[in-house]
Nanobody
Framework: QVQLVESGGGLVPPGGSLRLSCVVS????????IGWFRQAPGGMREGVSC????????YYTNYVRGRFTISIDKAKNTVYLQMNSLKPEDTAVYYC?????WGQGTQVTVSS
């Protein structure tokens, strides 16, 4: 059974940093793309970033490019999202997505 478990969310002030983790079990990440999405209160779920596990190609939405970095550790079957220079508008529940499965999400709140 495939499971995706996110962690690393929390409350940080504007300008702060967080690193989210997505641990995948039940299937290897080889040959797949893995993405991070987010959903703000009252908003729609939107794509943030994704990475191709085979060659490491990455994609970012314009809102986070230059501030967020996605990476993968195949040995740990884990995908990370390093988030720097966080803004209040980054506040959302962040979800990991792979193989048509979603994680449960982790809350990120940026507030002073």
């Amino acid at each position: 059974q495939v499971q995706l478990v996110e962690s690393g969310g929390g409350l940080v002030p504007p300008g702060g940093s967080l690193r989210l983790s997505c641990v995948v079990s039940g299937r290897t990440l080889d040959g797949y793309a893995i993405g991070w999405f987010r959903q703000a209160p009252g908003g729609m779920r939107e794509g943030v970033s994704c990475i191709m596990s085979d060659d490491g190609t990455t994609y970012y939405t314009n809102y986070v490019r230059g501030r967020f970095t996605i990476s993968i550790d195949k040995a740990k079957n884990t995908v990370y999202l390093q988030m720097n220079s966080l803004k209040p508008e980054d506040t959302a529940v962040y979800y990991c997505y792979a193989f048509s499965y979603w994680g449960q999400g982790t809350q990120v709140t940026v507030s002073s």
